[in-house]
């Protein structure tokens, strides 16, 4: 196993557009976070599954984000009409267990909106 | 409500010389402790963690922590620095029966030839 793999690494979209981004767990692992970083920031919680169970969203994931984790496995997180404020980098990580000390990281995919 | 405070946004240091990365952290209930590195245009690498036992901790890389509960810190060592060390690094917690880690604003280290 390589790891929490992200697609893409790269997507510069229009303001308006709708983007969804890709986050494929390490296999094993029954629970997966989404977090987004802007420049010169330290990531923010957005939202977490276990298994197929979306348990927690912040305040920060508005009605414009959703987030699904069908079976289980991989997740998608879509951003619809977007906003150049949406502009960040999107990290998903993935733990096994129910602590999330033990997440690992994906190498994220960094949203451009112009 | 919890809190993580980098107290430096940035650090050059010349290669070979010692570091300290400071970090701070407020909360009611008990925490874990954490650092992450973050190279350019890559996700979060741990470094090492503060659970529970030892309050020094050894990660990664060379590098390692301690823990003091009373100055609520968690302090980011390293005894001789390389120049792959240039990096962001992020202090993060998460307290007890939480499902997410905080994040402090991170130190950019630069290690200088």
């Known amino acids: 196993d390589t790891g929490v793999s992200q697609n893409p690494r790269h997507k510069i979209t229009k303001r308006g557009q709708n983007v969804t981004f890709r986050c494929d767990p390490i296999?094993?692992?029954?629970?997966l976070y989404w977090y987004r970083q802007t420049l010169g920031q330290g990531p923010e919680f957005l939202t977490y599954?276990?298994?197929?169970?979306?348990?927690?969203k912040s305040r920060l994931l508005s009605d414009r984000f959703s987030a699904e984790r069908p079976k289980g496995s991989f997740s998608t997180l879509e951003i619809q009409r977007t906003e150049q404020g949406d502009s960040a980098m999107y990290l998903c990580?993935?733990?096994?267990?129910?602590?999330?000390?033990?997440?690992?990281f994906g190498q994220g995919t960094r949203l451009t909106v112009v | 409500a919890q809190s993580v405070t980098q107290l430096d946004s940035q650090v050059p240091v010349f290669e070979e010389a010692p570091v300290e990365l400071r970090c701070n952290y407020s909360?009611?209930?008990?925490?874990?402790l954490f650092w992450y590195v973050q190279y350019p245009n890559q996700g979060l690498q741990l470094l090492l963690k503060?659970?529970?036992?030892?309050?020094l901790v050894k990660g990664i890389n060379g590098f390692e922590a301690e823990f003091n509960k009373s100055q609520t810190s968690f302090h980011l060592r390293k005894p001789s620095v390389h120049i792959s060390d240039t990096a962001e690094y992020f202090c993060?917690?998460?307290?007890?029966?939480?499902?997410?880690?905080?994040f402090g604003t991170g130190t950019r280290l630069t290690v200088i030839p």
């Open positions: 990580a993935s733990s096994f267990g129910r602590r999330v000390a033990e997440a690992f």
């Open positions: 296999s094993e692992h029954n629970r």
């Open positions: 599954f276990q298994n197929e169970a979306q348990l927690e």
């Open positions: 909360s009611s209930v008990s925490v874990y």
């Open positions: 503060y659970l529970s036992g030892s309050t």
């Open positions: 993060a917690v998460n307290t007890a029966g939480a499902n997410n880690l905080f």
